[in-house]
């Protein structure tokens, strides 16, 4: 995630890769880093912190305590912190950093620049902070604000998100090879009727609804399909899906 969210971020010319420090517990994957990014790297975490203005922290939850202890001795109040750790909250993060602090939640997307991030900001974040934080995320897909009590029902919609629709399309894909299809076949049909779906939501404005009922013609193809599947679990299923991944979520930020 960090070296998707870094790309974006240079690809954009919203940072210089001169000005730019990374540290990771594997050298392999600093080295990947410098070599594709041109950037500098960190012999720990503490020396990023004390070479750079706004710190991303993309760790995964488990391991925020002892990066934070880590780096806590040399963060300042004019700092920006980023966490993306599902789970983690503002208040666990204030409470070892003197510094300004934001909570994100990205998705894998980013790999292509289609990121969804939710953001919600600590008190100390000025406008000028926000302004140079939403600029930085919107280089990898869209952002939105969120009150934070929000963030684990965000990481189960749009963090999971991915895996879920990705099970989705693989089912959709394996059922049109039922009928006849080949695995390559069936899976580009599926992968670009999911793309071109969401554009076309997105970019339309339209609401699902509204979209499924201008794909069904009475007595077609469309509705005969939807009869199946509305009659079926699959809401139910979505939702406790959900439900499982936001629970973890908080189980997380404990």
């Known amino acids: ?140 897909g869209k952002t939105l604000e969120l009150k934070e009590e929000l963030m684990d029902a965000v990481t189960a919609v749009s963090g999971s998100g991915p895996a879920f629709f990705a099970y989705l399309i693989d089912s959709l894909a394996k059922a049109g090879e039922k009928e006849g299809l080949s695995r390559e076949q069936a899976i580009l049909l599926a992968e670009q009727t999911a793309l071109g779906t969401a554009k076309l939501l997105l970019e339309k404005n339209i609401s699902p609804g509204e979209l499924s009922e201008m794909v069904s013609s009475p007595g077609g193809t469309t509705i005969a399909g939807r009869e199946i599947l509305e009659k079926s679990d699959v809401a139910e299923i979505l939702k406790k899906t959900v439900a499982a991944a936001a629970a973890r979520s908080r189980e997380l930020g404990k």
């Open 1 to 140: 995630m960090a070296e998707a969210l870094l790309g974006s971020f240079l690809a954009a010319k919203l940072v210089e890769k001169g000005n730019v420090w990374v540290s990771d517990k594997s050298s392999e994957r600093t080295g990947i880093m410098k070599s594709n990014f041109g950037v500098n790297v960190a012999e720990n975490n503490l020396e990023v912190v004390e070479n750079s203005e706004i710190v991303f922290l993309c760790v995964k939850p488990q391991d925020m305590d002892l990066v934070l202890d880590e780096i806590s001795i040399g963060a300042n109040e004019k700092q920006i912190f980023v966490s993306i750790a599902a789970g983690v909250k503002l208040e666990k993060l204030k409470a070892k950093l003197n510094a300004k602090i934001v909570r994100v939640m990205p998705n894998t997307p980013c790999l292509v620049g289609e990121a969804m991030s939710v953001i919600t900001f600590g008190e100390k974040v000025n406008d000028e902070d926000r302004k140079v934080i939403f600029d930085l995320l919107n280089s990898a």
